[in-house]
């Protein structure tokens, strides 16, 4: 089995991006150390019941291959990750909602095969409760961590680090704190549906 890594806090922010060439400029700009572009391919678990969403956790099996199949087969294996988030311990000196999400992370990296550890999540009465798909482009910052997502419901920039490096990063790209987004990609796919009229399925970018 896996050593299992100790539970960290994540907090984060997402920006709406309305322009991708123009925000990998500025990320060049900035010097950032860039790693290559995936695809993603996510499950969320829950209990036929919810229990977790309606406890604003979050059990996550990924599955992340190189988006570029023709590169060298070098390192091109497929990483499958297991996630589980939980809300932080409140804290008493926040009288008003913070502007960043902020959560509790675990994360392991899981040896092959995906299958394996999807029985054996439904075997301990978990269910598929949400799929989603996207490709991701990471950037890296001192105390900062940049995610370049490319989901069928838009283009998100993910920071996630300290509030002062996410504030001055997102300064430097010409954001302001009004476009900081807490939402999960579930929302945020459930909002695109609403706008569009459709009813909410998985987040893919292909019927599967």
Do not use: W
Not at 54 to 65: F, P, S
Not at 108 to 137: C, E, H, I, M, N
Request: with cysteine; aromatic share 6%; proline share 7%.
């Amino acid at each position: 089995m896996p050593e299992l890594k100790k539970t960290k806090p994540e907090i984060e922010i997402k920006l709406r991006i309305k322009d991708i060439s123009e925000i990998l400029r500025k990320l060049k700009s900035l010097s950032t150390q860039s790693q290559r572009r995936v695809q993603e391919q996510n499950t969320l678990y829950d209990t036929p019941q919810s229990h977790l969403r309606r406890r604003k956790m979050l059990l996550r099996l990924r599955i992340e291959t190189p988006a570029n199949r023709s590169a060298p087969t070098t390192g091109n294996r497929a990483r499958v990750i297991l996630t589980v988030k939980a809300p932080p311990q409140a804290s008493p000196k926040k009288s008003q909602p913070s502007q960043y999400k902020e959560r509790a992370e675990r994360e392991q990296l899981l040896p092959q095969s995906s299958r394996q550890y999807a029985k054996a999540l439904t075997s301990l009465g978990f269910r598929p409760a949400f799929r989603y798909d996207k490709f991701r482009t990471t950037f890296h910052l001192p105390n900062l961590h940049l995610d370049l997502d490319e989901t069928p419901a838009g283009i998100y920039l993910e920071l996630e680090g300290t509030p002062k490096a996410i504030d001055r990063a997102a300064k430097a790209l010409g954001f302001t704190k009004k476009a900081y987004l807490r939402a999960t990609y579930g929302d945020l796919y459930a909002a695109a549906c609403r706008r569009l009229g459709t009813k909410p399925k998985n987040m893919l970018f292909t019927a599967k």
